[in-house]
């Protein structure tokens, strides 16, 4: 049987807490199920190893993943480290050179108690946000002209190729169509008169080839407001890569917190590996006392396995996680429990395998 071969990229403050706790869980299902293997391969970049080596990660480092048939990462960020450098040299790389161009980030309340808003429940919030993950606001062009001078100038371009736009769009019709919810497109036309112009044109123009799919499109202001006031709204979503960062933190918040918010970076044609992270970052204030929340990271072991084509498993492990964040038996701080990292990790193999 050939194992699963997968790089792990711990990073940063709690990110090798976290992702400790995801791979026990993937060595525990492969101990239980004698058809699956997994093989696993640490690579200790971040911003330690910039601070030792200069780089966030080492020049080969697209070579040396590109065989892997999955990328698990902690979260990269340190004070020390400007996070303009650990995001873009390292996650933002492999994101656009792997060209994981689907970030796909569930919204899903798992618990009705976990979410501030009032009288809703698992059935009003339960959206898939998709968020274009290669160009658009963080394509990294522009220019900064005259710096420090008095008459400085700095330019931040958006890049919406009709290839980009395409694409991601393409993929939350076929989304929408396959598991028959609504898709709503989230965009800011009315301000940005060229690239969400572009990009709402586009959505009706690839929509003509899904008439069965029903659509919605909302400017990001008002969707922000419904993503509070009436989440209901929401089936599958897609939206642009700045867009879809903000209003999936407004998802985490309605959903029990970034410990719970989990996004994939897919590449769907698999012509390189895809990457499984939590959304949360380092958390530096936190890091390094076993107390922070594993599920988003082991929410991300789920989704890893969904795509191997292992959905028994992805909903397994999922349903796991409901079952914990009901029974409140472990539950770390964020959470409202006393729980270490590794307790309640121990917690969901012990329900998953039992
Ligand atoms: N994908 C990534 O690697 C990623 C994402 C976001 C931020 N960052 C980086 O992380 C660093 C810290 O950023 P930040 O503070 O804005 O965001 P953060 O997500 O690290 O933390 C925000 C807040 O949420 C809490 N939190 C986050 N994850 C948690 C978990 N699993 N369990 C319990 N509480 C949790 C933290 O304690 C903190 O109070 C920065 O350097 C930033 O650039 C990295």
Redesign the pocket.
Known sequence: MKPYKIALIP?D???PE?VAEGVKVLKAIEEVDKNISFSFTTFPWGCEYYLKYGKMMDEKALDLLKDYDAIY?G????PGVP?HI??RDL?IKIRRGFDQYVNLRPVSLLHPDLTPLKAKSEKDIDMLVIRENSEGEYAGAGEWLFKGNPEEVVLQTGVFSRKGTERIIRYAYEEARKSNRTLTSISKGNALNYSHVFWDQLFEEIGMEYPDVETYSYLVDAASLYFVTQPERFGVVVTSNLFGDIVTDIGAGITG???LATGANINPEKSYPSMF??????????AGKG????I?AIWSVSQMLDFFGLEDWGSAVLQVIREVLKDKESL?A?LGGRATTEELGEYIIEKLIK
């Open positions: 990073g403050g709690i990110g976290v990462l979260a990269v960020g340190y996070d650990s995001l996650l917190g970034l410990g992270e939590p959304v949360h970052g380092s958390a530096p204030d936190i107390a922070c929340n594993p988003a770390t964020d």
